[in-house]
């Protein structure tokens, strides 16, 4: 069983939803990334994201971007970044780690020696925002094989065939986008996602997380009472933005932010 799946099901045994943080490794500089990716499990985190820099992140807002151009100015990579979770892990074997990014970087690594790397470092779930099922054939069972969790994004408007495609190559939890556009947009509809996420639940027995869109506790306590997991990006990357020179402030607002969260999704 992988750490996400076991996460997972402790979780629900306990009655309570799954809080994911996501950063950028790197972001403002990489000696950042460890220390707080420590400090969010402290402050509740139950599975942590981990954006890996890249210079095209089309998926991604402008808040995100930037994170990769801070990341990228200290020549940031896949290996590197790698490399930071080989060190989280010295001290911590529990937090489910998913690396999310493009495949550009994995393809130039080569599928295999990723596979190989990652699974070394202790990755637990890769997320390739641009990588489609219908292209994921020989990269998945090579996740597999390393015991790597392969996660799948869902759009508001995945057919019902695409949600079991996904459903069926996926593990660990499908990562449902909860808006159209990019990270960080608004206007989310808390009603459309509920009746989504309810019928996306009618066709998987894997766990559903939300995300883009989650901005305060209030919000995630909202896609806590429907969803397995909620994840909250921007609003943590706008932290590091604001304090980027000031690293224990920076370290302080996530974790605020984080801990409110973890009080309104288990109250």
Known sequence: ?????????????????????????????????????HAMVEAGADIIELG????DPMADGPVIQKASERALVHHMSLRKTLDLVAEFRRTDQATPIVLMGYL????????QAFADRAKTAG?????????PPEEAGEFV??????????????????SDARVRQMAAL???????VSLKGVTGASHLDLGEVETRIAHIKSLTDLPVGVGFGVKNAEIAAAIGRFADAVVV????VEKIAAAQDRPEQARKDIVDLLAAMRRALDA
């Open 233 to 236: 990006g921007s609003a943590l």
């Open 170 to 176: 996926g593990r660990g939890y499908l990562y449902y």
């Open 52 to 55: 890996v820099p890249f210079s």
């Open 123 to 131: 990755v637990d779930g890769v997320l390739t925002v641009d990588m």
């Open 104 to 111: 550009n970087p994995v393809e130039c690594m080569g599928y």
């Open 1 to 37: 069983m992988s750490r996400l799946t076991s996460t997972f099901q402790a979780l629900r045994q306990d009655g309570r939803k799954a809080l994911i943080p996501f950063i950028t490794a790197g972001d403002p500089e990489p000696g950042f990334t460890v220390p707080v990716m």
């Open 141 to 158: 069972p090579m996740l597999h094989q390393a015991g790597i969790d392969p996660i799948f994004l869902l759009a508001p408007n995945s």
